[in-house]
């Protein structure tokens, strides 16, 4: 496709629940970034990767948190037994070059912990 | 860690008015993205910019590197141009958490 997709658009899950979200860069885009935005906040980075190395995880809030991008394009990010603060947007964005350039964001994924 | 500060939080204004939408920053820093957000939807990069002024269409975007400050307007304002627009700073260090990001300012331009 033309943009950065993401999927689900929204998601509700149980607590104690574990969640997978996919994100697709736009192809040939070497930076992908995870961010999480609170309802009213701005988007918090999460994690970082260039191609299929995951270079910075450091926005990670906990050990239930994982991403990977083992093929260097696709992209998903897993949330191990879901808890109620982590209902939030989940954006992805990539970038087609390692250094500082131009964010293509995607329409993010809505999680709703109950 | 940088901090990124926008104003006004909220900003209601009628069609056609000139909108100024300011951020500032406390580190140095190495470019500054202003992104549009529209309810439910994702996020637009608008411009990324070092230094000096960008314009494209009704939006220009400035910045002042010794001042530490960037500014957003918008001409002739509509109300598609409705959104949450936020700031962002990639710091001068670099690195992928380099990039900060403003809690934004939410517009409503009123027909």
């Known amino acids: 496709g033309a943009g950065v997709s993401q999927s689900p658009r929204y998601k509700v899950a149980k607590r104690g629940q574990d969640v997978a979200l996919r994100c697709d860069p736009i192809?040939?885009?070497?930076?992908l970034f995870w961010y999480q935005q609170a309802l009213g906040q701005g988007p918090e980075f999460l994690t970082y990767f260039q191609n299929e190395a995951q270079l910075d995880k450091s926005g990670l809030p906990s050990d239930r948190f994982f991403a990977e991008r083992p093929e260097g394009s696709v992209s998903t990010l897993k949330i191990q037994r879901t808890q109620q603060e982590d209902s939030a947007v989940y954006l992805c964005?990539?970038?087609?070059?390692?250094?500082?350039?131009?964010?293509?964001f995607g329409s993010g994924t809505q999680l709703s912990v109950l | 860690k940088n901090e990124v500060e926008q104003s006004p939080q909220n900003l209601t204004a009628q069609e056609g008015e000139f909108i100024t939408i300011n951020c500032s920053y406390s580190?140095?820093?190495?470019?500054l993205h202003w992104l549009q957000q529209h309810p439910g939807g994702g996020i637009v990069s608008l411009f990324m910019l070092s230094s000096g002024k960008k314009k494209h269409g009704r939006l220009i975007a400035t910045i002042n590197i010794q001042e530490k400050h960037s500014s957003l307007h918008i001409t002739a304002s509509h109300p598609r141009d409705s959104a949450v627009y936020i700031c962002?700073?990639?710091?001068?260090?670099?690195?992928?958490?380099?990039?900060?990001f403003g809690k934004g300012t939410h517009l409503i331009i009123q027909p």
């Open positions: 962002a700073a990639t710091n001068s260090g670099g690195g992928a958490d380099g990039l900060t």
């Open positions: 964005a990539s970038s087609l070059q390692a250094a500082v350039s131009k964010l293509f």
């Open positions: 192809s040939g885009h070497v930076s």
């Open positions: 580190v140095g820093i190495s470019a």
